[in-house]
């Protein structure tokens, strides 16, 4: 059977640290000591060595519980590019609490994560360290840009290193009605893509499904920001999407919520249609849709164990192709 040309866009692994990356984690981990109990897992990386052209980053990384007690998991930095760091409850019964206390700087604001949430890093914009101070049930972490390959310039860095990154400069935006200048890039709520129903479009039909829409952005959630979408489906049928296509990239992620000891399993059947290729996805991925490439629907069937589905795109909203 021929090889499905778009098969080499769906991502099913991490990526493996080089010698000389391991070497520079041993020496940050003995520069700033860290006492933490908390156990990971790390699932997948999207860049454009995974899949050629790929006008994404993305890691993601599971933290099953455990606590922090001193020290940081990073360190002070800033990019050339808009970031976005999130973290995604693993609870059905209530999918927007964390069961977990997240530290991290912004700026020189110091702020606890305890919601389900996506934390916008505008370009130029100081942040870090993070710490993962408090994890008493599993929690999906990620941390995602619009580009094709990760980078940044810290305050460790040799001087002759970070000069030849050019930073954007960031002007901090004025204080808010509580005080604070960046709380506002923390965003906890979830904004509806779906057109409303009209004379001329009918709503939806009801779907088979248990689904939680968690957290969403794009620029007019927050201006700057790029488009994401995160939905846990705890159980059933579901049908999502119509065939189209975007003017930008578009990357849709399938993350199996079967626990700790089979991290990558997908408990049902998944299908979704690229260009005119049918694809089967069996385990956690991350699927990268080119400009222009036609997909969908995607269908989900007999799911038994959660599936957190969310779709990403290199564009300030969600748009389509007019076919």
């Not at 849709?289 to 269908?299: A, L, Q, S």
Request: net charge positive; charged share 25%.
């Amino acid at each position: 059977m021929p090889q499905l040309r778009y098969a080499k866009n769906i991502i099913t692994e991490t990526r493996e640290y080089s010698p000389e990356e391991m070497a520079k984690i041993k020496k940050m981990l003995k520069d700033s000591p860290i006492k933490s109990t908390v156990e990971i897992t790390r699932l997948l990386w999207m860049d454009d060595e995974k899949v050629k052209n790929a006008n994404f980053y993305m890691e993601c990384i599971w933290l099953w519980g455990g606590k922090t007690t001193s020290g940081t998991t990073e360190e002070p930095h800033v990019h050339a590019f808009p970031e976005v760091i999130g973290f995604i409850s693993s609870d059905p019964d209530n999918p927007g609490e964390l069961d977990a206390r997240m530290e991290i700087i912004l700026g020189d604001e110091t702020h606890f994560l305890t919601k389900s949430c996506l934390v916008f890093i505008p370009p130029g914009m100081k942040h870090c360290p993070l710490t993962f101070r408090e994890v008493n049930r599993p929690v999906f972490f990620f941390t995602l840009a619009p580009i094709s390959r990760y980078g940044r310039r810290s305050e460790k860095m040799k001087p002759e290193e970070a000069a030849k990154i050019e930073i954007p400069r960031f002007r901090a935006p004025r204080k808010d009605a509580n005080g604070s200048r960046y709380a506002r890039y923390i965003i906890t709520k979830p904004k509806s893509h779906v057109p409303k129903a009209s004379k001329n479009r009918p709503a939806p039909p009801k779907p088979k499904a248990k689904t939680s829409h968690l957290v969403s952005l794009d620029s007019s959630v927050l201006p700057g920001a790029f488009y994401a979408d995160f939905v846990w489906i705890w159980s059933g049928d579901l049908k999502m999407a119509d065939t189209h296509a975007h003017d930008w990239d578009e990357m849709i992620g399938f993350i199996g919520g079967c626990g700790r000891k089979d991290e990558r399993a997908i408990a049902g059947d998944i299908a979704m249609k690229i260009g005119t290729e049918q694809h089967k996805i069996t385990k956690s991925s991350l699927v990268y849709v080119p400009p222009g490439v036609d997909h969908c629907p995607i269908e989900f069937k007999n799911i038994t164990k959660p599936v957190l589905l969310f779709t990403i795109g290199n564009a300030k909203q969600w748009t389509q192709v007019k076919k």
